[in-house]
């Protein structure tokens, strides 16, 4: 059976490791929320569900037992499609961005087109009292801190897991270059279509989040991979909604969860990422859209099936 065409992919990232405990007392830290949070983000829509871990005290980890704390529960709850990180946090050696998805073989990971400057620092400017020590540390080292996919990097990532493991991609490009350097890869037979493209909006260090920009890295995205490519979209912060809006009503897929926004409306924080999952969802249904299954994004991307995962 063909796969469906007008079917919306939701995906919903949990936790992330760019927002900070203080930031908001609904970010999932422990193995049990981020557990309860992706099942809820599942049964209110989502068919894809991003996932980082975290320590105790909320900083990011790459552990895999931490990660083991919550992937069977979230396994033994949804069908959800299962997309474990590998940009992982600030900080972090490629092999231990590499280590939860190494151990779970998962259906999909995050990969990400490029290095990059990745500036959290001018949150700094707002907050001035943190729950925890590491959190304004670890904003402030945003500063001077580059976020490194050197292109022997994602070749690394495309043989360890995409030919040892069967994952496939979300290629996650924060900027127009990373388009070309994903339409290189392509041309040598390194990466295989159907691509799950996810442009990135409103990273201080990527792409800024206009509208034109928008419209533009699809343009581009149509120009080098054609009907090769399903396209998604995220955006920071108050621009989430907007933006996953303007790309579902121009064919594209979204994401969403506290990952990327923690924020449900203007000066609203949202309680758990089921709300942003729900709210996205009732915006592509009342523009006659329809959001895909879990089963029909397997097929739209080509997934090797929940079957074949080790957790």
């Given at each position: 059976m063909a796969a469906p065409q007008n079917k919306v992919i939701i995906t919903c990232a949990v936790t992330g490791s760019i927002h900070t405990p203080t930031m908001s007392p609904y970010l999932p830290i422990t193995g049990d929320e981020v557990a309860e949070q992706a099942i809820g983000a599942a049964e209110a829509g989502a068919s894809i569900l991003h996932l980082h871990a975290r320590n105790p005290d909320g900083s990011p980890?790459?552990?895999p037992k931490a990660f083991m704390e919550f992937l069977p529960r979230i396994k033994q709850n949804t069908d959800a499609v299962v997309n474990i990180t590998t940009g992982g946090g600030h900080g972090m050696s490629l092999e231990e961005r590499l280590a939860a998805a190494v151990a779970a073989s998962p259906?999909?990971?995050s990969l990400n087109m490029g290095s990059m400057n990745f500036g959290l620092f001018p949150i700094l400017d707002k907050m001035t009292e943190f729950?925890?020590?590491?959190?304004?540390?670890?904003?402030?080292n945003s500063r001077d801190f580059i976020f490194r996919n050197t292109f022997k990097d994602i070749e690394y990532v495309?043989?360890?897991l995409g030919e040892g493991h069967g994952v496939r991609f979300e290629y996650e490009c924060y900027d127009v270059g990373?388009?070309?350097?994903l339409a290189h890869f392509l041309e040598r037979g390194l990466v295989k279509p159907p691509l799950f493209v996810q442009t990135i909006f409103g990273i201080?260090?990527?792409i800024g989040a206009d509208t034109e920009n928008l419209l533009h890295m699809k343009r581009i995205a149509d120009k080098l991979f054609g009907d090769q490519y399903r396209w998604s979209v995220l955006a920071a912060g108050r621009h989430q909604m907007a933006f996953t809006t303007m790309a579902a009503i121009n064919g594209g897929n979204v994401r969403v969860g506290l990952e990327d926004s923690l924020f449900l409306g203007k000066g609203q924080l949202a309680k758990n990422n089921a709300?942003?999952?729900?709210?996205i969802r009732r915006i592509i249904e009342d523009m006659?859209?329809?959001?895909?299954t879990p089963k029909e994004a397997r097929e739209m991307l080509a997934l090797k099936g929940g079957d074949m995962v080790k957790f």
């Amino acid at each position: 059976m063909a796969a469906p065409q007008n079917k919306v992919i939701i995906t919903c990232a949990v936790t992330g490791s760019i927002h900070t405990p203080t930031m908001s007392p609904y970010l999932p830290i422990t193995g049990d929320e981020v557990a309860e949070q992706a099942i809820g983000a599942a049964e209110a829509g989502a068919s894809i569900l991003h996932l980082h871990a975290r320590n105790p005290d909320g900083s990011p980890t790459p552990d895999p037992k931490a990660f083991m704390e919550f992937l069977p529960r979230i396994k033994q709850n949804t069908d959800a499609v299962v997309n474990i990180t590998t940009g992982g946090g600030h900080g972090m050696s490629l092999e231990e961005r590499l280590a939860a998805a190494v151990a779970a073989s998962p259906e999909m990971t995050s990969l990400n087109m490029g290095s990059m400057n990745f500036g959290l620092f001018p949150i700094l400017d707002k907050m001035t009292e943190f729950k925890h020590e590491w959190e304004p540390k670890f904003l402030e080292n945003s500063r001077d801190f580059i976020f490194r996919n050197t292109f022997k990097d994602i070749e690394y990532v495309l043989k360890e897991l995409g030919e040892g493991h069967g994952v496939r991609f979300e290629y996650e490009c924060y900027d127009v270059g990373h388009l070309y350097t994903l339409a290189h890869f392509l041309e040598r037979g390194l990466v295989k279509p159907p691509l799950f493209v996810q442009t990135i909006f409103g990273i201080l260090g990527g792409i800024g989040a206009d509208t034109e920009n928008l419209l533009h890295m699809k343009r581009i995205a149509d120009k080098l991979f054609g009907d090769q490519y399903r396209w998604s979209v995220l955006a920071a912060g108050r621009h989430q909604m907007a933006f996953t809006t303007m790309a579902a009503i121009n064919g594209g897929n979204v994401r969403v969860g506290l990952e990327d926004s923690l924020f449900l409306g203007k000066g609203q924080l949202a309680k758990n990422n089921a709300e942003q999952v729900a709210k996205i969802r009732r915006i592509i249904e009342d523009m006659s859209l329809e959001v895909a299954t879990p089963k029909e994004a397997r097929e739209m991307l080509a997934l090797k099936g929940g079957d074949m995962v080790k957790f």
